[in-house]
């Protein structure tokens, strides 16, 4: 019997020990899991990680503890209200994938937050044992502590870089990278993950008797707070500054260390700084700026790269995106087709072809403009909710248990800022560290649970019975996606590397069983496949692949601009001319379109439009410019023989000022001192001479 005793005891510690394990995947290995073998390494393979947390805590709570979770998912209100908003949020957002125009694509994104439906409900039951809070915190602690040895290691190679690039930190992970330089992505979402594990620090010294572990509390506190502010990332200093005021607020609210009157003339005081504020800094300008952009207009003109230009741009591309598809959204997957449609452009990055954007960095207006409304609704609704429980924890609880609440509802409020400004729902961890909150509020909450025990039951047996179905799909989904991102990948690679028949080959791998249709910045496969048969000769099959490309991003001027191309060749000017328009109507001054046109003009000898077109906006198809580059050669020969032909229509009745004014505008036009034989023509009336030679054809670029 003793025996039996000591077997069952080693089973149960056994046991106890296995819940450790799916959190400490779950917190420790998925914030630094990655593979470089990815256009984008950090997001399908978090997912596909996700999936493996799923199942190893499904089976922590059904096979290995099951009497140590026993008490229901809905065990109280907070549960049925947070887990039924989020079902309903992703229910919605899965029926927009019917306006989807790439089912593919609308899928992962419908698997994505499936799992994080997943996540939600396994975490209330797990976090329905206080031990298991417990594991969670200290591991959140161990993580805050490699965040910091992994960020020292960064902050020690600043000095690799170049001066240049020093402002990008060692926190990008470069799109298309052979190698990951970091492990959040960039700045912004670094500091974003820094901001959601401060309250975790404050949260664990609280609960935690060790002085040791509460000292290592407090070292981490700081030392992510300085982290922070060191990225100097604006809008996340801005959040913890409005985290901690609201935290001294509801704190003085509930313990009253402060005079009323004191407590007046700090709320007075706040008010009146936040007036003077909006009226004396940048900030009012900025708005109105914001209110008087018009897309159209901007578009048209050579701008400074700034963030709040291309804010202003996503923003009110957006919206007008909401204003046409109000209800149900775009489709689920969509926004990076779709926002192209409004017009984008105005500075050199997107003229010259080679800026995409993924999202807008908005959460809000991201799900808005996707999914719609009814899929909105909900997302706000669990917010203000999760909001207001962890607000009941802090109002109704005395002490610490009181200050639990406090700093729940600050985590769950930083979130909500956060997607003021940023994406967080499409990075896996810190959505994760959000879900990590509601969780926690809904399993320490104690407000009434639903009246009837055998609704709960049959509420709570449908739930799992949904929950396995998504599991299943989502995960078969994730999985094939992870292998297909590989050959991606390649494809990608083989395409800056101009080997077309290794580009043909990945690409044809990658669209096997209709996974995988587009790279992370809305380029079809079908626009990879094509390229590859272009340049191996097959035009009239690649013209079949450009069109399958087309269907799927009609508003990509890259697409746009190759069938143009591709009609050139096959010296079908009139449809080159009606592509090549069309590119240029979503980006009026995109470089490689414009050359294009100035070559059918102007070997349709139509020169009066090949002038046009060099003289009323930069068609360089190159970013910088350099002399040994034959495409730069090129293009100079194309200025030189448009100018050439020009100034022979003209020169009976030219002067040499006529000359000098010529060339001053093309100097400018082009933003640059020197652009090579193209300006040096214009010296005077005999070096005009010297060019005026035999007829010269020129191909398209392609």
């Not at 009253?256 to 407590?263: N, Q, S, Y």
């Not at 079809?524 to 390229?531: E, V």
Request: with cysteine; net charge positive.
């Amino acid at each position: 019997m003793q025996h039996l005793n000591k077997t069952l005891k080693k089973i149960i510690e056994k046991r106890e020990s296995f819940s450790f394990f799916p959190m400490f995947a779950l917190v420790i290995l998925l914030p630094f899991f990655f593979d470089s073998q990815h256009l984008d390494p950090l997001v399908v393979s978090r997912i596909t990680f996700l999936v493996l947390v799923n199942l190893l805590l499904f089976f922590e709570i059904y096979f290995v503890n099951p009497v140590k979770y026993r008490s229901g998912i809905f065990n109280n209100k907070s549960s049925v209200y947070l887990i039924v908003l989020f079902s309903i949020y992703v229910g919605m957002s899965i029926l927009s994938i019917r306006n989807s125009r790439v089912f593919s694509e609308g899928l992962l994104e419908a698997s994505r937050l499936s799992q994080y439906l997943i996540l939600l409900v396994l975490l209330t039951k797990y976090f329905s044992s206080e031990t298991s809070i417990k594991i969670f915190l200290k591991l959140s602690q161990v993580l805050s502590v490699l965040l910091i040895i992994v960020s020292l290691y960064q902050f020690s190679r600043l000095g690799e870089l170049q001066a240049e690039n020093k402002a990008l930190h060692y926190f990008f992970a470069t799109y298309g990278g052979e190698s990951v330089e970091a492990f959040f992505g960039n700045p912004n979402l670094y500091s974003f993950c820094l901001l959601l594990l401060l309250p975790f620090s404050v949260l664990f010294y609280f609960q935690e008797k060790s002085r040791k572990w509460r000292c290592l509390s407090v070292v981490n506190l700081i030392t992510l707070t300085l982290f922070l502010l060191y990225t100097f990332t604006i809008s996340a200093i801005i959040i913890l500054f409005i985290s901690v005021f609201v935290s001294f607020l509801l704190y003085n609210y509930k313990f009253g260390i402060l005079r009323p009157r004191l407590t007046k003339l700090i709320y007075l005081v706040s008010l009146l700084g936040i007036v003077i504020l909006y009226f004396t800094s940048p900030i009012k300008s900025g708005i109105e700026k914001i209110y008087q952009f018009e897309t159209r207009e901007a578009i048209k003109q050579e701008n400074i790269q700034t963030n709040v230009f291309e804010r202003t741009l996503i923003l009110k591309n957006t919206l007008e995106m909401i204003k046409d598809n109000p209800i149900f959204g775009v489709g689920l997957g969509d926004w990076r087709i779709e926002f192209q449609k409004y017009g984008v452009g105005g500075y050199s990055e997107i003229n010259f072809g080679s800026q995409k954007y993924q999202r807008p960095h908005n959460d809000y207006l991201f799900i808005f403009s996707e999914s719609g409304f009814f899929a909105l609704l909900p997302y706000l609704l669990l917010i203000i909710l999760s909001l207001f429980f962890s607000w009941d924890i802090f109002v109704s609880r005395r002490n610490e248990e009181s200050l639990i609440g406090l700093i729940l509802f600050i985590g769950v409020l930083i979130y909500a800022l956060i997607s003021l400004f940023s994406y967080p729902k499409e990075r896996v961890f810190i959505t994760v560290l959000f879900i990590i909150y509601l969780s926690i509020i809904t399993s320490i909450s104690k407000s009434a649970g639903v009246n009837k025990k055998n609704s709960n039951k049959i509420l709570s047996v449908f739930l799992l019975s949904g929950i396995c179905i998504l599991f299943f799909v989502s995960s078969f989904w994730i999985s094939a996606r992870y292998v297909q991102e590989r050959h991606m990948f390649n494809a990608f690679h083989a395409r800056l590397k101009s080997n077309w028949k290794s580009l043909g080959i990945e690409t044809t791998r990658a669209m096997e069983k209709n996974i995988l249709s587009m790279d992370p910045l809305g380029m079809p496969l079908n626009w990879y496949k094509a390229t590859s048969l272009f340049h191996s000769g097959q035009i009239d099959k690649s013209l079949d692949f450009y069109k399958k490309a087309e269907l799927e991003n009609p508003y990509h001027i890259n697409i746009l601009s190759d069938i143009g191309s591709v009609y050139a060749t096959k010296e079908d000017f009139v449809k080159a001319e009606e592509y090549y328009k069309k590119s240029l109507e979503i980006t009026p001054l995109f470089g490689i379109a414009r050359f294009n046109l100035a070559v059918i003009y102007y070997n349709s000898g139509e020169i009066d439009k090949a002038f046009n077109i060099i003289m009323n906006g930069n068609i360089s198809i190159l970013k910088n410019p350099n002399s040994k580059d034959p495409e730069y050669k090129l293009q100079n020969a194309v200025f030189v023989a448009i100018m050439r032909k020009k100034l022979e229509s003209i020169i009976p009745n030219i002067k040499d000022q006529d000359l000098i004014k010529l060339k001053t505008d093309l100097v400018e036009i082009n933003r640059c001192e020197d652009f090579g034989p193209a300006t040096k023509i214009m010296g005077s009336l005999e070096k005009v001479k010297k060019y005026l030679r035999r007829k010269i054809t020129f191909r398209v670029m392609s």
